[in-house]
């Protein structure tokens, strides 16, 4: 055990699966480690380089065995699983994390910290509530419009649907459903409470907080061969919430008048559909949010008619 080197360690719930090599690359460790053992487990090894899917949990294990004086990277999962050799099992899993994690051209995840990770827990429950809300509406849609009760799309309609329910005179729901649609409404309110002190809370965070980092899957998916390269839709790597985001905010501006005082915007426009425009502003804007963290620095915008050093104009 004191000749191992490099560890492979596949996360589950209960029972943890070790490989572990020596530098030469000797297999020299194989056993299951229940989830108690695992820190005393490296506690007992000397400081080795320790490769782990980056998936559930696995930011709070690099933490805690990065304390222990070891050298702790996550790999995204879809790049261990190219070194995984014939069945799929956990030792196997252990060793291909094992052999990738050893490669010089791999490409690994930031842990996170505590404040970070717990700001990204907060986008999650943010987005459970709105698919909550979401939810919600639907039900009360489908089940008055068995009634012949129909608005127009949008939560901003659905006001006129509680309306109807409140009024004393309507009665063209029939109890009991007319009490259960009332109770959904009393949930729906409790819901948009929550999710207004949810975004409060993200604000806040986001105020006093400069840095920003995702990849975000906004560039053209590659398809090549024999030098010819075709550029097909966007990615979809990365943090599909926040670069959900990005998009949704791309089309609140195209819909609004920067969009015709923009020449940039103007001339993406003139040749691309408007979701395309709206991909290609998102790209813009999280470049934007990435060169604001490298540099440490606050966003300088420009003028509309003040030239950008590449000479488009900028945002």
């Known amino acids: 055990m004191k000749e191992v080197t490099t560890i492979g360690l596949d996360l589950a719930k209960a ?3 070790v490989h572990g090599v020596d530098a ?5 460790l194989r056993r299951a480690v229940r989830r108690r053992q695992v820190l005393s487990f490296f506690t007992k090894l000397p400081p080795c380089l320790v490769g782990m899917e980056a998936c559930a949990t696995a930011h709070y294990w690099a933490r805690e065995i990065a304390k222990l004086g070891h050298d702790v990277r996550l ?5 261990a699983k190219a070194y995984v050799r014939r069945n799929k099992n956990d030792p196997a899993d252990a060793e291909a994390i094992c052999e990738a994690v050893s490669r010089p051209s791999m490409r690994f995840v930031a842990v996170k910290t505590e404040v970070q990770q717990a700001a990204a827990g907060i986008h999650k429950v943010r987005e459970m509530l709105i698919k909550q809300r979401t939810m919600l509406i639907n039900t009360l849609r489908g089940l008055m419009g068995e009634f012949g009760i129909v608005v127009a799309e949008g939560p901003r309609h659905v006001g006129e649907l509680i309306a109807i329910l409140a009024d004393p005179a309507d009665r063209r729901i029939p109890t009991p459903l007319h009490e259960g649609l009332l109770a959904i409404v009393e949930t729906l309110r409790g819901i948009e409470r929550r999710i207004e002190i949810v975004d409060q809370q993200i604000v806040g965070w986001g105020r006093d907080n400069a840095t920003f980092s995702a990849s975000l899957g906004l560039v053209p998916r590659q398809d090549g061969t024999g030098g010819k390269v075709k550029l097909g839709p966007i990615s979809k790597r990365g943090n599909g919430y926040l670069r959900r985001l990005l998009v949704n905010g791309a089309m609140s501006v195209l819909c609004s008048k920067r969009a015709k005082e923009d020449p940039w ?3 993406l426009l003139e040749t691309k559909e408007r979701k395309v425009a709206a ?3 998102a790209n813009k804007m999280a470049r934007i949010g990435w060169a604001v963290m490298r540099r440490q620095e606050d966003f300088r915008g420009r003028r509309h008619n003040q030239p950008c050093p590449d000479g488009e104009t900028a945002l």
């Open 279 to 281: 991909c290609a502003l």
């Open 15 to 17: 029972v943890f699966q």
């Open 24 to 28: 030469a690359g000797a297999v020299t």
């Open 265 to 267: 915007l103007v001339k």
């Open 75 to 79: 790999i995204p999962p879809a790049y």
